[in-house]
């Protein structure tokens, strides 16, 4: 979808901004641009809507050469997302969302329908703050309209220069997930710039690890964690870049651990046999339709029915969610497991992640990238030297 052949950047003082970069970024993909500060990330995503021209090379977007298309028709194609927003402040944030769709000449009501639609997909009612002013809203609420506004002519291509880079950390994280949230629905192709390691593992399809006007490595965020290519993208990433790989480890199914699992209607004599006989201290307790409902120790268990004994449980994670957020929820509830229920609204009961079991998954993880690399290793040893 974006593709980059042989592209140099050298500014007039000589600076090589960007030295004989290739890569692709597929449709629907996100890929975020990580480095230190002047290695050529802002340089490479303003070549691609033409703000700053290339010195060699070209750069391909639906297979077409940009070059060739004039700029103002190229960049109705490309969302552009910049850390100082840049909205209008005399206008309000409906008037801002809806600019670009009246610029391309839509009707103005439809242009503002539009704009509250996508209003409410960022995460802002348009009832509330639709006519507030830039000024009248939180860093975080411009950011959002900021994304608001870049999606508003439904570009295929987002190119993201740190649009999260000038709010607090925790808003920051809140809107790294509804972001991806967002991107899951409307799956853009997408270049995102960040100096931030734990932002790129957070959002990237893929990352690019870059040196100075190169890139080091590009590979997904667990290769890239697991298997840094260079012993400068290993510093990059940084010694704790096993706790990082929590964050992009999913739990899967055969991580659980399967503890006996009794009914809210079962009676409680007959869970406790159960229970005594299989030598296990607790159950998991699903209702009549199956779901969570929480966890029963065998020794409270006495007369009636298992719903007399029984004790709520909320802290559960999908299948998939990551080995970060299950140790988040751990320590949150304070829990020696979590449930782990189908995804996608399922909510079926597939098990329980302990932390020796959220261990081993992470072992898992690190032994299988420790086999990729020694793979890659014995391709290489049997590359012919001459
Ligand atoms: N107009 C310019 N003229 C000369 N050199 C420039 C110009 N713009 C950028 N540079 C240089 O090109 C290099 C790459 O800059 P670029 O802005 O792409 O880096 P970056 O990785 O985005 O950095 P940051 O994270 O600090 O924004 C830097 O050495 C910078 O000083």
Redesign the pocket.
Known sequence: MIRFEHVTKR???G?T??DDLSFEVAEGELVTLV??????????MKMVNRLIEPSEGRILLGGEDIATLDPVELRRRIGYVIQQVGLFPHKTVLENTATVPRLLGGQRRAARERAAELLDLVGLDPAVHGDRYPDQLSGGQRQRVGVARALAADPPVLLM??PFGAVDPVVRERLQSEFLRLQQRVRKTVLF?T?DIEEAVRLGDRIAV?GS?RIEQLDTPATVLGAPATSYVADFVGADRGLKRLSVTPIEPDDLEQPPVVRLDDPAGAAAARLRGEGARWAVVLDADGLLHGWVAAETLGDGAVRDHARRMDAWLPVGATLKQAFSVMLQHDAGWIAVLDGAGGNRFRGVLTPARLHAALRRSIDADARDVARAEVELDSVPTV
Do not use: N, R
Request: hydrophobic letters at 15%; a negative charge.
């Open positions: 500014y007039p003082d600076t901004a960007v480095g230190p500060s002047g290695c050529g990330k802002t340089t490479t220069d740190e710039v100096h870059y006007g």
